[in-house]
């Protein structure tokens, strides 16, 4: 051990000996922060985390340890010390080894010399650790196994440029085994087997956080591998002009049954996907403890079947395995009662025809572009979850998340796979606990009428669906048990009463079978319970099966099954038309409509006959505007019964014509509010710590104006971080980052609220303030810091988001019912008076509960622009994202309130980006130049630690020799 140590010590010494070393330092840290800085864009990305380091360190490591090894052998043949050290009463190994030791020490420290931007991105945002860990955990590894490769290269050349060139093509060629640009020629079953023995591709599984035993065990079977074909390389040297013999044949034999071991292991422990350890925070790469109690409750076999494609995207392609590991993985969890499958359809027609008829799974056409062609694949990237009869499908929209870096590069990633699995578990779940009926859940009956020509005048396809339709009709009316009827109409018949009807209440049109046939016919179905009317589309492909789950589909909007009911009122307006260039009119909720639909039934509340529907669970307001008595006594109500009312508003109304502008505004809800201790102020808070906006502005040109548009940080856009975020109530759960979009602030009457329990969810920073000024345009000449000014005398935290919970009394307690003075203004006042009056008014049957028990609740936030389609479509176009931040709150806190936690809590373990704090362009600046300035502050300490060392040895040899040469001298 001392002697393996000393020739560590030797040849560790040995690179500093010469400028080589500090040369290689410094061109490996140079070109390390250059990708980091000005490849990758790190401000552009504006997310906390090492992954533009670690992307490219796989290559950097080629070129450092090529760098180191390539004089280790080589040196000694040009020096003749070969022969030396093959002689000394060493063995191989230990020569081997210790050598190895140092290059490995010299690549230890050009990792430790990055250790600042570490620091410093840490300064800048929340970093989550692990991954950071796991990357240096992975480059150490990895280092260690092209160390290897290079000291191998060398003991077989005399020349260093040959070994330097050598090794960096047997490195790049395992990195290049494993990449995008060979697995993409494979199938998945090829490309899995190549990431197995790509280099790079067991990097990136590390440098996610997630420390696997394969992947470790891979990096060590390299290094295993080239020691030995190392040590193997030095006997043959010692062995040169010496005839064969069994010493040579039994080294021989045994380096090849070490590096057959080696890769036996390496493919033994590919199966076994649980030794491994998530380093991440929340170990959002590992099953859930909700989602184990979710397959707790199967009580009979659970089927996941993934679709995947041989040939797929290639941005798709880099997912699958990581996709197959969490299947895996709910495998294992499920205890027996999961089964998973992976199948590719194109290469079983019964299994691909079965996912196209029975679960209306179909191959989705990529658009791939190469260096020598652009192509469309056919691919399936599909995910199936069923149990007993029920099923929900997961395609490639439902699973990535698409980030564009900058204009032509693209990252997609895994959006939260295992939310969104569970979630289509426990859909399929409680669907079957229902008694897999589809009538089980439905309260009033359903009735499906078809408005169908005769026979005759239909096209042949038609006819036979039309019999199609009659026979699964009957079926589902014996399954209905009285919940379900149906009936056939001839629209033209008796005159064509029944076609003018349902071409003026629904829009139905004639249908012809092509643009110039004559001949008309009628084919339209609808669904009916109650007032709802929804209409059953036509199947594309014209079958039985195809038919029968656009049936069952329009029946499943009816059912609520054990989902909850959500209650959505949103102003009105109309809605975008893109295709005639009319943006629309009025705030738009569509994207808060999708997200709380992926969970729950909602359902739009008309509020005007002054009642919410009565299956709901949950009242969501978005937008108020307005609100008359009527809709008023209604949500009022809803609150008495012991419902949750989230309601998005603002006193002000934004306007995007010419200037920006604020004109104010009523909701409706001003006094309703205040009489429960809530109230928005006719204020806006501006913060320093803000989102850009990009800002229309006109520029004059010699009195030619131009208008253009600037990305400007802009103070009245409040960026939250998880220190303004309530994090215990669970409500924030998932989110980094949120923006509020002009909010005004809340305050909470102490006296009103008493006995309450009041949860304050979002706040400014504690530099905000408060402005009751309109003009919103930033002004930029009078305030260039922020484009308003600034009123320090009123800076603190102003509160956006708060939750009141507890019994509250009804804003109509002594007052006349408005559905009472509603009657009595469209009723006639009959001339007998008061007798007729009385008899009306017994007529009138109102309901008013003055007094609501303790689990009603309010949650408001202060702003209802921040969940409009128009500022997400801003935000996300500015983050380069699908930014959803705003509606997964709304969707955090209707589960909050439910008391769903289950799904809550695996939402709350996605890897959401982490956001850099806010900093200008000159700090950014600033701290680009200071980690270039901390890279030579490192190697200048590197070196005075160099020159420390050697004053050391000097005195030490001196007080050696000093004895000896005093004997000499008295001789």
């Known amino acids: 051990m001392n002697t393996l140590i000393r020739i560590a010590r030797k040849e560790f010494g040995a690179f500093f000996s010469s400028p080589a070393a500090f040369v290689v330092l410094g061109a490996f840290l140079a070109a390390a922060l250059f990708a980091f800085f000005w490849v990758e864009t790190f401000f552009v990305r504006n997310i906390t985390e090492l992954r533009p380091l670690f992307e490219w360190m796989p290559v950097l490591l080629i070129f450092l340890a090529a760098a180191v090894t390539m004089r280790i052998w080589a040196e000694e043949r040009r020096a003749g010390t070969l022969e030396f050290l093959l002689t000394a009463p060493v063995q191989p190994a230990v020569l081997v080894l ?27 945002g929340p970093l989550d650790w692990g991954p950071v860990f796991g990357g240096y955990v992975a480059a150490l590894c990895l280092a260690s196994a092209y160390i290897a490769v290079g000291l191998f290269v060398s003991i077989k050349s005399e020349s260093q440029i040959v070994s330097l060139i050598v090794t960096t093509l047997i490195c790049g060629l395992l990195y290049l085994i494993g990449s995008d640009t060979l697995t993409a020629l494979t199938g998945n079953r090829g490309a899995e087997l190549l990431q197995l023995l790509g280099s790079g591709s067991r990097f990136r599984s590390i440098t996610r956080g997630v420390i696997d035993l394969r992947d470790i065990y891979y990096y060590l079977c390299l290094t295993g591998i080239f020691l030995s074909l190392n040590i193997y390389g030095l006997e043959k040297v010692r062995w040169a002009g010496n005839p064969s013999s069994s010493r040579h044949r039994s080294w021989q034999l045994a380096c090849g049954l070490l590096t057959a071991n080696f890769l036996a292991a390496n493919f033994w422990l590919a199966p076994l996907g649980s030794l491994r350890a998530d380093m991440t925070e929340g170990s959002i790469y590992s099953i859930s403890d909700a989602t184990r109690s979710y397959l707790g409750q199967l009580r009979e076999p659970l089927l996941i079947r993934g679709y995947f494609s041989a040939q797929t995207h290639p941005l798709l392609a880099p997912l699958v395995p990581r996709l197959r590991d969490l299947l895996e993985e709910y495998a294992v969890a499920g205890n027996g009662k999961v089964r998973v499958e992976f199948v590719d359809p194109a290469e079983n027609a019964s299994l691909e025809q079965e996912a196209g008829q029975q679960y209306g799974i179909k191959p989705v056409p990529f658009q791939t572009a190469s260096k020598y062609q652009a192509a469309v694949t056919n691919s399936y990237f599909d995910i199936l979850v069923r149990y007993g009869d029920q099923f929900e499908t ?71 669906l039309k019999a199609e339709l009659l026979a699964l009709t009957n079926e589902l009316e014996g399954q209905g048990k009285g919940r379900f009827r149906s009936s056939l109409l001839d629209p033209e018949a008796d005159g064509g009463k029944v076609a003018k009807t349902i071409r003026d209440e629904y829009g139905f049109r004639p249908m012809t079978a092509s643009l110039f046939d004559q001949n008309t016919f009628w084919f339209y179905i609808t669904l009916a319970s ?14 039985k099966e195809s038919l029968k789950q656009s049936l069952q589909a329009g029946i499943k909007r009816f059912a609520s099954g054990f989902a909850k009911t959500l209650a959505l009122s949103v102003p009105e307006g109309a809605p975008p038309m893109p295709q005639f260039g009319m943006p629309g009119q009025g705030l738009q909720f569509s994207a808060l409509r999708d997200v709380l639909s992926q969970d729950h039934v909602v359902k739009d509340a008309d509020l005007s006959k002054g009642q919410v529907p009565t299956e709901a669970d949950l009242l969501v307001l978005a937008g108020p505007e307005e609100l008359d008595e009527k809709r008023l006594f209604a949500v009022d109500q809803f609150l008495m019964q012991g419902g949750t009312v989230l309601i998005a508003a603002s006193p002000y109304k934004v306007s995007f014509e010419g200037e920006l502008s604020l004109n104010p505004r009523k909701t409706g809800l001003e006094d309703w509010l205040a009489h429960h201790g809530l109230s928005l102020r006719q204020e806006l808070v501006l913060d320093p710590q803000n989102s850009p906006f990009p800002v229309p502005a006109e520029r004059n040109l010699g009195g030619f104006t131009v208008q253009e548009i600037r990305l400007v940080k802009y103070p009245y856009f409040v960026d939250i971080r998880p220190d303004g975020m309530n994090q215990e109530s669970g409500l924030t759960g998932g989110l980094n980052q949120l923006t509020m979009n002009w ?30 000024a309109t003009g919103i345009q930033p002004d930029f000449v009078l305030h260039p810091r922020l484009g308003f000014p600034t009123d320090e005398s009123k800076q603190g935290r102003q509160l956006l988001a708060a939750a009141v ?26 001339e007998d008076g008061a007798e007729d009056k009385k008899e009306k008014e017994e007529r009138v049957i109102i309901r008013q509960i003055d007094k609501s028990p303790d689990s009603a609740r309010i949650i408001l936030f202060a702003s209802d622009s921040f969940l409009s389609d128009t500022i997400l479509g801003i935000s996300s176009s500015v983050t380069r994202t699908n930014y959803l931040a705003p509606v997964q709150l709304a969707a955090n806190a209707v589960d909050w309130s439910l008391e769903d936690r289950g799904l809550l809590a695996i939402r709350g373990r996605s890897h959401f980006s982490r956001p850099l704090h806010p900093i200008s362009k000159q700090g950014q600046q600033f701290v680009e130049y200071l980690n ?29 020799l000093g004895p000896l040469a005093r004997r000499t001298a008295s001789c």
């Open 98 to 124: 210790g050598k190895f030791l140092a290059c490995l020490a010299l690549a230890a420290l050009a990792l430790l010399l990055t250790l600042p931007l570490t620091i410093t991105v840490s300064l800048l």
């Open 394 to 464: 997961l395609g490639f929209r439902d699973l990535i998340e698409v980030k564009a870096q900058h204009e032509q590069s693209l990252e997609v990633e895994l959006r939260n796979p295992e939310y969104d699995i569970t979630r289509a578990i426990k859909k399929v779940l409680y669907s079957y606990q229902g008694g897999g009926d589809l009538f089980s859940s439905i309260s009033k009956p359903l009735t499906l009428t078809g408005y169908v020509s005769p026979d005759e005048l239909l096209p042949e396809e038609l006819r036979t």
């Open 530 to 543: 109650g007032e709802q009317i929804i209409e059953i589309p036509l199947p594309e492909d014209m079958n």
């Open 743 to 772: 909010a005004s602030p809340i305050e909470i009457n102490a006296e009103k609220s008493k006995g309450r329990k009041v949860v304050r969810l979002l706040e400014s920073s504690a530099k905000s303030w408060v402005s009751a």
């Open 805 to 830: 919970e507890g019994s509250f009394s009804s804003y109509f307690t002594g007052k006349p019912s408005p559905l009472l003075k509603q009657e009595e203004k469209e009723e006639p006042k009959p």
């Open 932 to 960: 270039y300035g901390l890279a030579l502050l490192g190697l200048a300490a590197v070196w005075l630690i160099k020159m420390s060392w050697r004053r050391r040895s000097r005195r030490a040899e001196l007080e050696l």
